[in-house]
């Protein structure tokens, strides 16, 4: 991060929160100056995340994993990527917090703290699967803006909140509500505080779904500072820039949410496929929905070397937006032929679905593990690269690992 900017980033009270302790005498700080303990900022220990995550961004702050990290079947924080667009909020009051419910097509609007939230409605837990929208970016070519994921941008971790159908129904939404919007407390990069970072939404469909929730724990403790806390909105299955952190308000629409974000090529795809390269006009792109089927390849990590005769045992993951994955399968000859892997059901909808598969390998030398999977409509996931897009988005290539057999 920028040294001369650093603490225009935080609060002073952000930065003794990263020290450990109160900065005495903070106030007196000359301009400019930056304490000798925050010098080298740590955002492996700000956000509690494993030194293997690879940080691509620092204004905004966005992290992402690598495969053999997101081995576990309920994805802990240490290993959940950050996606930010706007500075994370510091000055949060849990006690103070509201969130509030209006729009266009709301009967009337409705304001509820985090108490009443908790003890109005009926709490549940869901593991969703949220993944970036632009997760496999750094594959295409020509290259798309933005940062340059590789496959760590996805985690499916247990989220417990109520369900914002509840919420909606307690408020009361009109016949003519076709979208919701969120707004949260996040700010925009310039500083400008008549600016939102960002402020997407879901179609009133998705919204009424009952794994759609309004969360206030991520894997059963208060969701972290990163992550959204204290409060945040989870649609699994989508690009998870639908899933609103720090959330502060929701807005029930009379049309498709038209906040920062969602307008022009953000989180958008042509509507047909183009050229590499080619300029794709706003009204030819459409708005990203369900993510496309994909897996990854968890253990083991790349590069493995086994023995002449040795079995290989590989596992990992697969989803499909709001689809099941029905089938999932290996190739070991540059996807010539392929064989089928054991493959478990969720443990929800929307959960990511676990697979696993022992692999013998005919003789010595280099090989590669490929990784393909089939949702319910008969979708299969490309052995390349999928059709070129301007931002690099939904990247569902099949997942590769390199074995050596000595």
């Known amino acids: 991060m920028n040294r001369r900017k650093f603490n225009n980033y935080l609060s002073l009270a952000a930065m003794g929160s990263i020290i450990g302790t109160p900065i005495v005498f903070g106030k007196k700080l000359p301009a400019g100056y930056i304490p000798l303990g925050l010098q080298d900022p740590d955002p492996f220990s700000m956000f509690k995340k494993d030194k293997e995550m690879v940080v691509l961004n620092d204004k ?17 924080n240490k290993y959940m990527f950050i996606r930010n667009n706007g500075k994370i909020p510091t000055a949060i009051d849990v006690n103070s917090w509201k969130l509030i419910i209006d729009g266009e097509s709301v009967n009337q609007k409705k304001t509820y703290s985090l108490n009443e939230l908790k003890s109005k409605f009926k709490q549940y837990t869901y ?8 997760n496999g970016r750094s594959e295409f070519n020509p290259p ?7 496959i760590g941008a996805v985690a499916c971790a247990n989220w417990t909140g109520v369900r914002l159908k509840d919420v909606l129904e307690d408020v009361g939404i009109k016949s003519d509500a076709v979208y919701i919007g969120y707004h949260a407390a996040d700010t925009h990069l310039s500083g400008d505080p008549t600016k939102e970072p960002i402020s997407r939404g879901v179609p009133i469909a998705k919204a ?4 759609t929730l309004i969360a206030f724990k991520m894997n059963g403790e208060a969701i972290p500072l990163a992550h959204g806390y204290p409060l945040r909105l989870v649609c699994g299955g989508w690009p998870a820039s639908a899933s609103g952190k720090w959330l502060t308000s929701i807005s029930v629409r009379n049309k498709v949410h038209d906040g920062p974000k969602m307008v022009g090529s953000s989180y958008r795809v042509p509507c047909k496929p183009v050229a590499p390269g080619e300029k794709v006009d706003d009204e030819d792109m459409c708005i990203i929905e369900s993510m496309p089927v994909k897996s990854l390849i968890t253990y083991p990590k790349t590069g493995a070397t086994i023995k002449t005769g040795q079995q290989l045992s590989i596992r990992g993951h697969a989803w499909a937006g709001e689809l099941e994955v029905t089938k999932m399968e290996y190739s070991i000859d540059f996807g010539s032929t392929w064989k089928k892997c054991d493959l478990a059901m969720a443990s929800n909808r929307l959960a990511w679905q676990h697979f696993k598969a022992s692999i013998r390998f005919p003789e010595k030398g280099y090989y590669e593990v490929w990784a393909r999977a089939t949702d319910s409509q008969s979708n299969s ?13 939904l990247n569902n290539a099949c ?4 074995v050596k057999v000595v």
């Open 144 to 150: 798309a803006k933005g940062n340059q994921w590789t």
């Open 399 to 402: 997942h590769r690992i390199a």
């Open 127 to 134: 593991q969703l699967t949220l993944e970036c929208g632009g």
């Open 381 to 393: 996931q490309p052995m390349v690269l999928p059709g070129w897009n301007p931002k690099g988005y």
């Open 208 to 211: 009424l779904q009952e794994e």
């Open 60 to 76: 905004p702050w966005n992290m992402e994993a690598q495969a053999h990290l997101l081995d576990d079947k309920i994805t802990p």
